[in-house]
């Protein structure tokens, strides 16, 4: 019998609400370390189970995430965090964000070639994972670790320091009306 993928513990909601945007931010970063671990454990599973049930069920609630709210992530970075500090214009910050630019893109381009391997077993179609798929889900999953570092140790602190209340709480407000939040 299958050991079960638990997902209760790597779904939780975030604790921050919109009107703290930059702990929503960082609460959006807890939520894809844990389905990057929801990841792992899949293909761990995979190996000993195939696609079963939990694994076809894993695999849709990994494509969900990085399908929906992964992407608004993203756009609230681009959107409210980095414009600022790019118009400040600190060479070694507006370094790091043209950095984290360029790994959104290939977050989204590698999401591509990922999220074929996951469909296949959301589908049950394969049982296991060959070398390429392996190295799909490796270079989706690899960029995120140096991303997220950079953006709490280095590009929240300082975006934070440029915004004001008032627009932070304009960016929260947006944030909301964007995912349909009344």
Same mark, same amino acid.
């Given at each position: 019998?299958?050991?079960?993928?638990?997902?209760?513990?790597?779904?939780?909601?975030?604790?921050?609400?919109?009107?703290?945007?930059?702990?929503?931010?960082?609460?959006?970063?807890?939520?894809?370390?844990?389905?990057?671990?929801?990841?792992?454990?899949?293909?761990?599973?995979?190996?000993?189970?195939?696609?079963?049930?939990?694994?076809?069920?894993?695999?849709?609630?990994?494509?969900?995430?990085?399908?929906?709210?992964?992407?608004?992530?993203?756009?609230?970075?681009?959107?409210?965090?980095?414009?600022?500090?790019?118009?400040?214009?600190?060479?070694?910050?507006?370094?790091?964000?043209?950095?984290?630019?360029?790994?959104?893109?290939?977050?989204?381009?590698?999401?591509?070639?990922?999220?074929?391997?996951?469909? =296949?077993?959301?589908?049950?179609?394969?049982?296991? =994972?060959?070398?390429?798929?392996?190295?799909?889900?490796?270079?989706?999953?690899?960029?995120?670790?140096?991303?997220?570092?950079?953006?709490?140790?280095?590009?929240?602190?300082?975006?934070?320091? =440029?915004?004001?209340?008032?627009?932070?709480?304009?960016?929260?407000?947006?944030?909301?009306?964007?995912?349909?939040?009344?």
């Amino acid at each position: 019998m299958s050991q079960p993928i638990s997902l209760q513990s790597l779904v939780a909601s975030p604790a921050a609400g919109f009107e703290q945007p930059f702990e929503m931010l960082e609460a959006c970063h807890e939520r894809v370390h844990r389905m990057l671990a929801l990841l792992a454990r899949l293909r761990e599973h995979l190996r000993t189970h195939g696609a079963d049930t939990q694994a076809q069920q894993a695999a849709s609630d990994v494509m969900r995430y990085f399908d929906q709210a992964a992407p608004q992530h993203h756009h609230d970075e681009e959107l409210h965090v980095f414009p600022p500090l790019l118009a400040q214009g600190e060479p070694k910050t507006v370094a790091i964000v043209a950095r984290l630019q360029q790994d959104h893109l290939q977050m989204e381009s590698r999401w591509v070639s990922a999220r074929q391997v996951l469909l =296949l077993v959301a589908e049950g179609r394969i049982n296991a =994972l060959s070398e390429d798929d392996d190295a799909a889900l490796d270079a989706f999953a690899g960029l995120y670790d140096a991303h997220i570092r950079a953006e709490e140790d280095v590009v929240y602190p300082a975006a934070q320091a =440029l915004i004001d209340e008032e627009s932070r709480a304009a960016m929260g407000e947006e944030m909301m009306r964007r995912r349909g939040v009344k």
